[in-house]
C-alpha cells in the first residue's frame, strides 16, 4: 500500500546542534516530496520540496536528502534554534486518476533543548 | 491580508448540533481542501474542491457536506455532530492538482469540539 512514514515521533536536540527528521516512503511512483513545519497552534507551512530527479536540495539553514533507492527522505536543520520546535511532516505527492495528491507521514516533533 | 483563513478559530457544541466551518483564501488558486487532524497530529484528506467542482471525497460520513459557492470558498458543513467529530480542521490551498509539484498553503486550523 502507500504510506508515507517517520522514524521517530519525537526528537530532542540542543539549541544550536543540528537536527535530522528521517521519513519513509512506499510509493515507488511518487515524483515530489515536500517537508511541512506545523508550529503549535497553526497550520502547516512549506519548508521544502524535492523533484525524483534529484538528491539533495538546500535552503536556509534547511537541507532534504531523497534517497530513492531505499526510498528514504531527510531534513535536515543547521544550528537548531528555539524557533525551530515544531513538528515536521513529509508528504508525498502521488496521482490519483486525472489529480494529485499529497499523502502525509505521521509528522515527528521536534523539541529544542536551551 | 491572510492567505488562507478561516472562521471560527474555535468551536464547542453539543452532540447532535449542525455546524459550519467557512474558509477562504485570496491566493487566487483554483483547488481547495479540507483536512482532519486528530490528536496525534495525524493530518487526513477529507475532500478537495478544483473550480468549485469535487474532485477528492475520501471515505467521509456523508454529515460532512463541503460547499464551494466560488472557487475562493470552500466551506464545511456538519451535520448531527459525533464526539469522534473531535478534531482540528483544516484549509489550504493550490493552483492546480493536475501538476505533481503543487505546494499547499495551510490556513490557521478550527479547533472542533463536542461535548
Known amino acids: 500500500g502507500e504510506s508515507v512514514g517517520l522514524h521517530l515521533p519525537t526528537l530532542s536536540v540542543q539549541e544550536g546542534d543540528n537536527s535530522i527528521i528521517n521519513c519513509a516512503y512506499s510509493?515507488?511512483?511518487?515524483?515530489?516530496f515536500i517537508w511541512y513545519k506545523q508550529e503549535s497552534g497553526k497550520g502547516p507551512q512549506f519548508i521544502i520540496d524535492?523533484?525524483?530527479n534529484m538528491d539533495k536540495r538546500q535552503g536556509q539553514r534547511v537541507t532534504v536528502l531523497l534517497n530513492k533507492t531505499v526510498k528514504h527522505l531527510s531534513l535536515q536543520i543547521a544550528a537548531t534554534q528555539p524557533g525551530d520546535s515544531a513538528v515536521y511532516f513529509c508528504a508525498e505527492n502521488i496521482r490519483k486518476r486525472s489529480n494529485y495528491q499529497l499523502i502525509w507521514g505521521a509528522g515527528t516533533k521536534l523539541i529544542i533543548k536551551p | 491580508d491572510t492567505a488562507v483563513s478561516q472562521t471560527p478559530k474555535y468551536l464547542v457544541t453539543q452532540m447532535g448540533n449542525d455546524k459550519s466551518i467557512k474558509c477562504e483564501q485570496n491566493?487566487?488558486?483554483?483547488?481547495m481542501y479540507w483536512y482532519k487532524q486528530d490528536s496525534k497530529k495525524f493530518l487526513k484528506i477529507m475532500f478537495s474542491y478544483n473550480n468549485k467542482e469535487l474532485i477528492i471525497n475520501e471515505t467521509v460520513p456523508n454529515r460532512f457536506s463541503p460547499k464551494s459557492p466560488d472557487k475562493a470558498h470552500l466551506n464545511l458543513h456538519i451535520n448531527s455532530l459525533e464526539l469522534g467529530d473531535s478534531a482540528v480542521y483544516f484549509c489550504a490551498s493550490s493552483s492546480l492538482t493536475s501538476a505533481s509539484t503543487d505546494t499547499q498553503y495551510f490556513g490557521p486550523g478550527t479547533r472542533l469540539t463536542v461535548l
Open positions: 491566493l487566487g488558486h483554483d483547488t
Open positions: 524535492i523533484r525524483s
Open positions: 510509493n515507488s511512483a511518487s515524483d515530489y
